[in-house]
């Protein structure tokens, strides 16, 4: 299977802290997402960083990337109640026909 | 208010039955897709279009068929010979066409088996 693998699965956190997440892949790539989803709806896009790119911030966000490792972090910084969701990472292969695959998603929780 | 909408919220399917799950969207987008979420599991891509009367089937086609017959509309339906169908399903739309950069999602339809 090429699908991404996320770290951890789980995160719990105090608000106001920051979160780091973590997304590993197996092969070469041209871009990779990162998207929110709240329980029982659906999945909302955040960011996408390009395989010539290394950092991109969105907001309280920040993402980087490093192919020669093939893994992305995902920086949420001052997280808050509502940032309780689960997060996961995207990734679209190169080759022809290539479609997003993504990972399991990682579950953060922020307490009030 | 331009976004995708997925109906039923929730359906109930029972044995030997077909059902069907409604996918719309006012994007103007070329690309459409239907994804399968099982609990702790990640997407796995069931059809995508990425044209009108065209469509592809993806990593879990078998057990379901598609249609694209109207740019706005890409309905799913889950046949009988899809012995697992308990699941999220999710439909997504994206634009230029043939581009997977930044795909748009509905609120999910859970299908459950009575």
């Known amino acids: 299977s090429q699908q991404g693998e996320e770290d951890p699965q789980a995160l719990s956190i105090q608000e106001g802290e920051n979160a780091t997440m973590n997304c590993s892949y197996k092969?070469?790539?041209?871009?990779l997402q990162w998207y929110r989803q709240n329980s029982g709806r659906g999945l909302v896009h955040l960011i996408l960083?390009?395989?010539?790119?290394r950092e991109k911030h969105s907001g309280r966000l920040r993402v980087t990337l490093d192919t020669s490792k093939k893994s992305s972090s995902l920086l949420i910084t001052a997280s808050r109640a509502a940032d309780t969701a689960s997060y996961f990472c995207?990734?679209?292969?190169?080759?022809?026909?290539?479609?997003?695959?993504f990972g399991k998603g990682i579950t953060l929780s922020v307490r009030p | 208010d331009g976004g995708i909408t997925q109906s039923p919220k929730y359906l109930f399917r029972k044995e030997g039955q077909n059902v069907t799950l409604s996918c719309e969207q006012n994007?103007?987008?070329?690309?459409m897709y239907w994804y399968r979420q099982d609990p702790g599991q990640g997407l796995r891509l069931i059809y995508y279009?990425?044209?009108?009367?065209?469509?592809q089937k993806g990593d879990i086609a078998e057990g379901y068929s598609v249609s694209r017959e109207k740019k706005e509309s890409f309905p799913l339906t889950v046949t009988s010979a899809q012995k697992n169908p308990t699941a999220f399903y999710l439909c997504?739309?994206?634009?230029?066409?043939?581009?997977?950069?930044?795909?748009?999602f509905g609120s999910g339809t859970q299908l459950s088996v009575l």
């Open positions: 995207a990734t679209e292969y190169t080759g022809a026909n290539s479609k997003l695959t």
């Open positions: 092969t070469s790539i041209n871009n």
């Open positions: 960083i390009r395989s010539n790119e």
């Open positions: 279009s990425q044209i009108v009367n065209d469509f």
């Open positions: 994007l103007n987008h070329d690309a």
């Open positions: 997504a739309s994206s634009n230029p066409r043939g581009s997977n950069e930044k795909l748009f």
